[in-house]
């Protein structure tokens, strides 16, 4: 995530994917930001608003 001038650790969201569970995770969470996600807001200022106990909610549900 770029944070622009507040650089930050990423936050882990899954572990042992394979590359198919991989690209799925991220057209989930491309998806949660497209519609959520203020008109020119930057990813870590995006997670930070909404939390990332929500982003997770939202793409690692089945």
Known sequence: M????QARVADLLATNLNRDETLG?????????????????????????????AVKAAVLEK
């Open 25 to 53: 995770l991220v057209r989930k969470l491309l998806a949660f930001y497209k519609e959520n996600a203020k008109k020119k807001e930057r990813t870590a200022k995006f997670v930070a608003r909404v939390g990332i106990e």
């Open 2 to 5: 770029n944070a622009g001038a």
